[in-house]
């Protein structure tokens, strides 16, 4: 059973700049593969940013250059740095950890925060 809390959500002014914060009750944290990805009212929910366990980054084409993703295995946290969000970034985050399981994979969620980008 793996937990994720995520922080850091709110309203910010286009333009400026939000850090996300999920912090996972899980034990051996570093073998996972770690990720952000949000989900906007009537749309998929859609991969923001992730990393690996070692430390290999990808970013969905509409992010890649404003946010960026990092970890901090001591401290069980995974981060989504947003600089210049745009109203479009609106939607709900979530954190996500992923590893494998048997033959398939085990991915475990947060409860989601709300971003509001005004403009």
């Known amino acids: 059973q793996v937990q994720l809390v995520e922080s850091g959500g709110g309203l910010v002014q286009a333009g400026g700049s939000l850090r996300l914060s999920c912090v996972a009750s899980?034990?051996?944290?570093?073998?996972?593969?770690l990720g952000w990805y949000r989900q906007a009212p009537g749309k998929q929910r859609e991969l923001v940013a992730s990393i690996t366990s070692g430390g290999s980054t990808n970013a969905g084409d509409s992010v890649k250059d404003r946010f960026t993703i990092s970890r901090d295995n001591a401290k069980n946290t995974v981060y989504l740095q947003m600089n210049s969000p745009e109203p479009e970034d609106t939607a709900v985050y979530y954190c996500?950890?992923?590893?494998?399981?048997?033959?398939?994979?085990?991915?475990?969620w947060g409860q989601g925060t709300q971003v509001t980008v005004s403009s």
């Open positions: 996500n950890a992923d590893r494998p399981f048997g033959t398939t994979r085990r991915s475990y």
């Open positions: 899980a034990s051996f944290l570093s073998i996972y593969t």
